[in-house]
């Protein structure tokens, strides 16, 4: 059920595609206007997937999926029924919510299904956006012609319909959440600056690629992300955990997941104008709407049918492996697409290649996500993971029209796109997938010594029913004083690892467990001594807090020929001469900071009395420090 809310949500993207050049007549606008029922689902579609997804994770993924749907069948009935532009263009941007549930409806397959079937859904839900898509062209091109545009959307209300009483009946809630406080500014800033962002590249060759709109834009988009990534890092409950996705394997995922999705939207797109064109261009094969959308259902329905094979081959060579291969295959169908095009065949069977290895790539890529974030905020995960696709997909569309409609050839009195444009979109293609796969190489590989296999993640990404989140707060000193790079880990008693959570400013944080028994929980806090503590979990819900009871600290004496010098100066810089504290000596010449983050220092102590002052250099590591400074001693330059 929740595969096919992923395939309905893929068909809202390619839904109006063949209605596009009839939009200015059936509604009575200009063309540029009519170019904005599409791109309004995709800015609502990008912008509401991180809210969405995060949404989610705090109160509850079936919910937010029924949502999505219930906006997504109400702008399909005002489709239906309406024949205002205004009318139609706020139903496109209600079907737009529709793609957060591909990246909530994997979150709930990793939390609900049994683990030997988390493969095989995770692979066939990520391949429903490439399903879905490559169906929609010959479904709406066929009920176009023969039921007229209308039929569209109400082939479409009448489906979300049934999937939404689907997913109400069948589908369990997950109880896998972090409650807390949703991140209202930093969620105006992220759909600021991707509106902004997408505005720009979705329009850029209709406005002008140097016009001030896109120029305006774009500036835009870079200010607001400006402010927005510094925010993100400071406030305690962020719309995306920046720290958590600057992580080695979910920032190379992530990067990959751009490329892939670039190359997989150019055979989507240019698939179907390759075969359109007049025949008589000698590169092109005449073939009606209809036809050429039909042209796609091979790649479609091969995506299908290798999500076993996808669940297989995650489970016994791991991510990186498949998304590799995937990225591999796809490049190697652009290649055959380049140079064997002879006969509307030859162009299915590299579309169908092309298909292949997306199936692959994409049904890695949640995997590779959820092994490295912590299972409370798998949704959040995916959801970025997806925003990646869609600027991916964004990018693809604008090089395309760019490279279209700037390579042209004159045929019957009208330009067209010329053989070599293709060839140029097709080698690009073949670059992009050749950066992904060096960016997958250099993605870790997960730790595998407790399962003593390889493909097993260091996180576990496979669903248990039984699973229960464990609360708490991590209490440096007794206290509670704001903390930014609090992490709590969780393993089994036999050395597998089960969660980990990095904590908000106030230091609470929740982790799942997978049922009743014991686990070694472990916290950490910058400046603070690691604290490990035995859980005895005996199920249930738990709210459970570690004291950390040791800080970690700098301290000496400050001494001139051997007496204290009480009330010393004591100043901390780094080694770049950047100021971090001072203090002062007690009456015994003694002082104590609290240890800085690792790096080196230069700290000098000065009295006043004296007006003798001297310096040393220390190299801070991860624990407590002790250095003594003599204003009589001649420092060394290795001190």
Known sequence: MLSLAGMLAALQQ???????????????????????????????????????????????????????LVCMVLGSLMLAIGTVFLTALIGRALQGFAAAMIPVGISIMRDELPPARVGFGVALMSATLGIGSALGLPLSGVLFEHFGWHSLFWVSASFGVLVTAGVYLLVDESDVRSPGRFDYRGAVLLSVALT?????????GQWGWTSPEVLGCLALSAVVMAGWFPYELRVGEPLVDLRTSARKPVLLTNVASVLIAFSMYVNMLLTVQQLELPKATGYGFGLDVSAAGLAMVPSGLVMVLLSPVSGILLARYGGRSTM???????????????FVHESVLQIIIGATLVGIGTAFAFAAMPTLIMASVPITETASANGLNSLMRAVGGSTSSAVLAAILTSMTVGFAGRQIPAEHAFTLMFWLSVLACF??????????????????????????????????????????????????????????????????????????????????????????????????????????????????????????????????????????????????????????????????????????????????????????GAKSEVIDIDLAMEIRADA
Request: glycine share 12%; aromatic share 6%; charged share 15%.
């Open 324 to 338: 590799f291969l995937g990225s591999a295959i796809m490049a190697s169908g652009y290649v055959f697409r380049i």
């Open 196 to 204: 902004s962002f997408l505005l720009a590249v979705t329009n850029g």
């Open 14 to 68: 390619t839904l109006v595609v063949p209605l596009t050049p009839e939009i200015p007549q059936i509604l009575d606008v200009s063309e540029a206007n009519a170019s904005w029922m599409v791109t309004i689902t995709l800015l609502t579609g990008a912008v509401a997937t991180p809210i969405v997804s995060r949404l989610a994770d705090m109160f509850g993924k079936k919910r937010m999926i029924l949502t999505a």
């Open 435 to 620: 950066v992904a796969c060096l960016v997958i190489l250099r993605i870790p590989v997960p730790s595998t010594v407790a399962a003593g296999r390889e493909g097993v993640p260091a996180v576990a990404v496979a669903g248990d029913r039984s699973e229960t989140v464990v609360r708490g707060r991590i209490l440096p000193g007794g206290d509670v004083p704001r903390q930014t790079h609090t992490i709590v880990t969780v393993t089994r008693m036999d050395g597998r690892p089960v969660d980990w959570a990095r904590c908000d400013n106030e230091g609470r944080f929740s982790v799942a467990l997978p049922g009743a028994g014991q686990y070694l929980l472990i916290g950490n806090a910058g400046g603070w001594a690691p604290q490990a503590q035995v859980l005895d979990f005996r199920g249930g819900s738990l709210q459970h807090d570690v004291a950390l009871e040791r800080q970690l600290t700098l301290s000496g004496t400050v001494t001139d020929g051997g007496a204290v010098v009480p009330g010393a100066l004591v100043t901390l810089h780094q080694g770049g001469g950047d100021f971090v504290l001072s203090d002062h000596a007690d009456d015994e010449g003694e002082f104590t900071v609290p240890l800085p983050l690792a790096g080196i220092y230069i700290v000098s102590a000065a009295g006043a009395d004296s007006g003798r002052a001297a310096s040393r250099k220390l190299t801070v």
